[in-house]
């Protein structure tokens, strides 16, 4: 949905986005990360026409983005910023309903759209419609900023930290309850972050850049696995890495049968990832835990020792290949 080819961006004699190419399709999920100044939210507001682009070419559905008209084409591209952007001396139901309005939605439709996004972002419409962007917390105004871009079902969402103000905690939520809303709604998402925690946990390709570069691209998974550089692997978390990648993947995808042996006393349920398994293996002081399904079932048994099989054998394949 999204193609950049050869893109480049330069101020002056400065080149802040030099030569990159990135393929984002359709309903994904796409993290760029990487330190300060390395040109990734440059070239997040290269994609919707914020700042033009120096050389290559930039197309949405094949299109280039120079077809479009700028202001037509960023009202059809939501755009979620760390400050929110929220008009301060406007209502929370004014600044939800503020693209429908310029799209000329009737209000009765404008009306049902703003209730149906403050329900599903947790603000009651009868408590936070009436309320302004400075009584609301951080979380509740970003909460607000993410329901603005969504209003008018864009197809694509533009996300330049959007979560980098937030306590640890609020944090968290509000990426559970992007992940819920991303696997429910599919929009193609280009998100800039400098925590890779946070991209590793809601992204399906990521895009390490380094002084204007992209120094590696790919699933989560395949970088964790077999970062480019010691720069790649240092953004990764070094040596805890493996743990990391471990949160990427589910106990129930690690399991084995339980065969004869007896259950161990541990039970984890086969959704939690291979991360928390991990921890509770520490916490209990064991080896073995006992699988269990939404019933608290039994299914199967979680492993140290096939776990660190598995680890090796993969370590292995790696080499030869």
């Not at 050869?6 to 760029?32: P, Y």
């Not at 103000?165 to 968290?172: G, Q, S």
């Not at 805890?240 to 995808?253: C, I, N, S």
Request: one cysteine or more; hydrophobic letters at 40%; proline letters at 5%.
């Amino acid at each position: 949905m999204i193609e950049l080819t050869r893109v480049s961006k330069r101020f002056g004699d400065i080149t802040a986005v030099d030569d990159i190419s990135v393929s984002i399709g359709k309903g994904k999920f796409c993290a760029l990360v990487g330190t300060s100044g390395c040109g990734k939210s440059t070239t997040l507001r290269m994609i919707n026409r914020l700042i033009p682009h120096s050389d290559g070419q930039i197309t949405l559905d094949g299109e280039p983005i120079e077809r479009f008209d700028p202001v037509k084409l960023r009202r059809r591209i939501g755009y979620v910023i760390q400050s929110t952007g929220l008009f301060p001396h406007w209502s929370v139901a004014r600044n939800i309903g503020l693209v429908p309005r310029l799209l000329k939605w009737p209000a009765d439709r404008i009306n049902a759209r703003v209730e149906e996004l403050m329900g599903i972002f947790g603000l009651p419409i009868e408590e936070f419609a009436g309320k302004y962007p400075h009584q609301l917390s951080g979380g509740q105004a970003q909460r607000v900023g993410v329901a603005r871009a969504l209003a008018a079902d864009p197809d694509i969402l533009l996300m330049d930290e959007p979560f980098g103000a937030l306590d640890p905690l609020t944090r968290e939520k509000l990426q559970d309850e992007l992940a819920r809303l991303q696997a429910k709604l599919h929009k193609t998402v280009v998100f800039v972050t400098h925590d890779m925690d946070e991209a590793l946990k809601l992204a399906d390709h990521l895009v390490v850049m380094r002084d204007g570069r992209i120094v590696q691209q790919g699933s989560p998974l395949s970088l964790l696995q077999h970062p480019a550089d010691a720069f790649v692997e240092s953004m990764l978390g070094g040596l805890e890495r493996g743990l990391k990648q471990a949160a990427l993947t589910r106990v129930k995808d690690h399991m084995a049968s339980l065969g004869s042996t007896i259950p161990a006393p541990s039970r984890i349920p086969g959704d939690f990832t291979l991360r928390q398994g991990l921890s509770m293996m520490l916490r209990d002081h064991c080896e073995r835990l006992t699988v269990v399904d939404a019933n608290d079932v039994p299914i199967g048994e979680l492993s140290l020792r096939r776990l660190i099989k598995e680890a090796r054998t993969e370590r292995s394949v790696h080499r030869a290949g």
